[in-house]
Protein backbone atom coordinates (compact mmCIF):
# COMPACT_ATOMS: atom_id res chain seq x y z
CA UNK A 1 0.00 0.00 0.00
CA UNK A 2 1.60 3.14 -1.27
CA UNK A 3 1.94 5.28 1.81
CA UNK A 4 3.78 8.48 2.06
CA UNK A 5 4.79 10.47 5.69
CA UNK A 6 5.83 14.09 6.24
CA UNK A 7 7.79 15.29 9.37
CA UNK A 8 10.17 17.77 10.43
CA UNK A 9 7.44 20.91 10.72
CA UNK A 10 8.30 23.42 13.68
CA UNK A 11 8.22 27.00 14.40
CA UNK A 12 10.88 29.13 13.06
CA UNK A 13 11.82 32.97 12.98
CA UNK A 14 11.53 34.72 9.85
CA UNK A 15 14.85 34.35 7.64
CA UNK A 16 15.54 30.82 9.41
CA UNK A 17 15.54 27.95 7.64
CA UNK A 18 14.45 24.64 7.83
CA UNK A 19 14.04 21.11 6.56
CA UNK A 20 10.93 18.91 5.77
CA UNK A 21 11.25 14.65 4.89
CA UNK A 22 8.82 12.52 3.21
CA UNK A 23 9.42 8.91 3.31
CA UNK A 24 7.56 7.01 0.45
CA UNK A 25 6.76 3.69 0.83
CA UNK A 26 4.84 0.58 -1.10
CA UNK A 27 5.06 2.12 -4.36
CA UNK A 28 6.35 -1.38 -6.39
CA UNK A 29 4.75 -0.25 -9.31
CA UNK A 30 7.20 2.84 -9.48
CA UNK A 31 7.22 6.41 -7.67
CA UNK A 32 7.30 9.05 -11.13
CA UNK A 33 5.94 12.78 -9.74
CA UNK A 34 6.13 13.47 -6.14
CA UNK A 35 5.97 16.68 -4.81
CA UNK A 36 5.18 18.90 -1.83
CA UNK A 37 2.15 21.68 -1.44
CA UNK A 38 1.23 23.58 0.96
CA UNK A 39 -2.18 24.71 2.79
CA UNK A 40 -2.52 28.14 5.24
CA UNK A 41 -5.23 28.50 7.23
CA UNK A 42 -8.17 29.85 5.33
CA UNK A 43 -6.69 29.66 1.59
CA UNK A 44 -6.29 26.96 -0.77
CA UNK A 45 -3.97 24.54 -1.24
CA UNK A 46 -1.27 25.31 -3.41
CA UNK A 47 2.50 23.38 -4.69
CA UNK A 48 5.21 24.42 -3.71
CA UNK A 49 7.77 22.01 -5.65
CA UNK A 50 7.69 18.97 -7.99
CA UNK A 51 10.29 16.19 -9.15
CA UNK A 52 9.87 14.04 -11.70
CA UNK A 53 12.32 11.12 -10.30
CA UNK A 54 13.16 8.99 -13.51
CA UNK A 55 14.39 12.66 -15.44
CA UNK A 56 15.17 14.75 -12.30
CA UNK A 57 13.23 17.40 -13.59
CA UNK A 58 12.36 19.53 -11.21
CA UNK A 59 9.51 22.73 -11.07
CA UNK A 60 9.14 25.29 -8.23
CA UNK A 61 6.46 27.79 -7.56
CA UNK A 62 7.75 31.07 -7.96
CA UNK A 63 7.05 32.17 -4.87
CA UNK A 64 9.74 29.44 -3.35
CA UNK A 65 12.15 30.00 -6.27
CA UNK A 66 15.80 30.46 -4.82
CA UNK A 67 14.56 29.86 -1.19
CA UNK A 68 13.65 25.95 -1.25
CA UNK A 69 15.47 23.13 -2.52
CA UNK A 70 13.61 19.93 -3.52
CA UNK A 71 15.50 16.76 -3.85
CA UNK A 72 14.92 13.02 -3.44
CA UNK A 73 17.03 10.10 -1.69
CA UNK A 74 16.45 7.02 -4.02
CA UNK A 75 18.42 4.50 -1.65
CA UNK A 76 16.00 5.70 1.28
CA UNK A 77 12.97 6.57 -0.64
CA UNK A 78 12.79 9.78 1.03
CA UNK A 79 11.57 13.14 -0.72
CA UNK A 80 13.21 16.26 1.14
CA UNK A 81 12.33 19.96 1.14
CA UNK A 82 15.23 22.31 2.18
CA UNK A 83 13.53 25.67 3.16
CA UNK A 84 15.53 29.34 3.49
CA UNK A 85 15.15 32.65 3.92
CA UNK A 86 11.52 31.45 5.87
CA UNK A 87 9.21 34.35 5.37
CA UNK A 88 6.00 34.78 7.36
CA UNK A 89 3.52 33.89 4.37
CA UNK A 90 5.53 30.42 4.54
CA UNK A 91 3.62 29.45 7.34
CA UNK A 92 1.57 26.23 6.59
CA UNK A 93 0.62 22.95 6.70
CA UNK A 94 3.06 21.13 4.07
CA UNK A 95 1.80 17.70 2.23
CA UNK A 96 3.73 15.29 0.36
CA UNK A 97 1.69 14.01 -2.64
CA UNK A 98 2.44 11.88 -5.63
CA UNK A 99 0.99 11.70 -8.93
CA UNK A 100 0.99 8.46 -11.87
CA UNK A 101 3.30 8.90 -14.81
CA UNK A 102 0.93 10.47 -16.92
CA UNK A 103 -1.13 12.37 -15.03
CA UNK A 104 -1.93 15.25 -16.78
CA UNK A 105 -0.43 18.56 -15.16
CA UNK A 106 1.59 17.15 -12.71
CA UNK A 107 4.52 18.52 -13.83
CA UNK A 108 3.24 21.90 -13.50
CA UNK A 109 1.81 21.14 -10.04
CA UNK A 110 -1.76 20.95 -10.85
CA UNK A 111 -3.31 19.93 -7.72
CA UNK A 112 -5.98 17.44 -8.95
CA UNK A 113 -2.64 15.47 -10.50
CA UNK A 114 -1.87 14.24 -7.39
CA UNK A 115 -3.74 11.33 -5.80
CA UNK A 116 -1.31 10.01 -2.99
CA UNK A 117 -1.19 12.41 0.04
CA UNK A 118 0.25 12.31 3.35
CA UNK A 119 -1.35 13.87 6.45
CA UNK A 120 0.79 16.88 6.61
CA UNK A 121 3.37 18.75 9.13
CA UNK A 122 2.82 22.12 10.52
CA UNK A 123 5.60 24.91 9.78
CA UNK A 124 5.12 27.95 11.46
CA UNK A 125 7.40 30.95 10.85
CA UNK A 126 7.08 33.95 13.10
CA UNK A 127 8.94 36.30 15.42
Known amino acids: QEQLVESGGEAVQPGGSLELSCEAS????????IAWFRQAPGKEREGVAT????????YYHDSVKGRFTISYDNAKNILHLFMSNLKPEDTATYYC????????????????????WGRGTRVTVSS
Open 97 to 116: ASAPLHASGARWLATSAYNK
Open 26 to 33: GYSGGLYY
Open 51 to 58: MYIAGESI
